[in-house]
């Protein structure tokens, strides 16, 4: 097996066990009227940024996030987003280089 072959093992593998039970409903930016379903790992991502030289203030931030396979759908920012009932809207995607992406999502 290659490496490649192995990160997608390893995708297949995080998508099934955490994904949610119910498939994410994609409405891609450049075609709203076209949406896709996908699976994909909601959560809620914490963030500590630390100001300062010195590092003295912190400033700590939590929202959702949508963790998909690029295989499964090529996240952009300003896709929207159906999770549990509410609808997000993506307002940054983080590629991890290795097949897959996190979607930074604020609600609509």
Known sequence: MGWQSEME?????????????????V???DDRW??????GVFDAESTLTLIGDAGDVTY???GPV???????HQAKRGDEVEVRGRRYRAVD???DGQGMSVMVLEAV
């Open 93 to 95: 995607v983080r590629p």
């Open 9 to 25: 093992a390893v995708q297949e593998a995080v998508v099934s066990e955490f994904a949610d039970d119910e498939l994410i409903v």
């Open 34 to 39: 076209t949406p896709v379903e996908v699976p």
């Open 60 to 62: 700590s931030s939590q």
């Open 66 to 72: 949508l963790g998909l396979r690029d295989s499964d």
């Open 27 to 29: 409405f891609p930016v």
